[in-house]
């Protein structure tokens, strides 16, 4: 099994900025990405940024390339873990945040999720 704790997230004003953390632990060991996902009231999961450990290949949805980038927690010293820079944030962007990591299987996991509010 493998448990994935999320921090960051909140409120803040448009344009503004906010940093999301991910941390795997138990079986990690055959991670193949991590990455964000989010939900809007009334929407379907989208994928938001994902990163391949083995490659450091990076994939945005189209309507965040520019103002987020994902990338390793170095941090977290020896540990699956990444974090999303997110800038100029948009009301557009308001969703719960899903931090997913995918192992070679392919087997999903996923956070608990964190609520991210831009308010104009």
């Known amino acids: 099994q493998v448990q994935l704790v999320e921090s960051g997230g909140g409120s803040v004003q448009a344009g503004g900025s906010l940093r999301l953390s991910c941390v795997a632990s138990?079986?990690?060991?055959?991670?193949?990405?991590m990455g964000w996902f989010r939900q809007a009231p009334g929407q379907e999961r989208e994928l938001v940024a994902r990163?391949?450990?083995?490659?450091?290949?990076?994939?945005?949805?189209d309507s965040v390339v520019g103002r987020f980038t994902i990338s390793r927690d170095n941090t977290k010293t020896g540990m699956y873990a990444v974090v999303l820079e997110m800038n100029s944030l948009k009301p557009d962007d308001t969703a719960v945040y899903y931090c997913?990591?995918?192992?070679?299987?392919?087997?999903?996991?996923w956070g608990q999720g964190t609520q991210v509010t831009v308010f104009s």
């Open positions: 997913n990591t995918v192992h070679y299987g392919p087997v999903n996991y």
């Open positions: 990163l391949t450990f083995s490659s450091d290949q990076t994939v945005y949805a």
């Open positions: 138990g079986r990690t060991f055959d991670t193949y990405t």
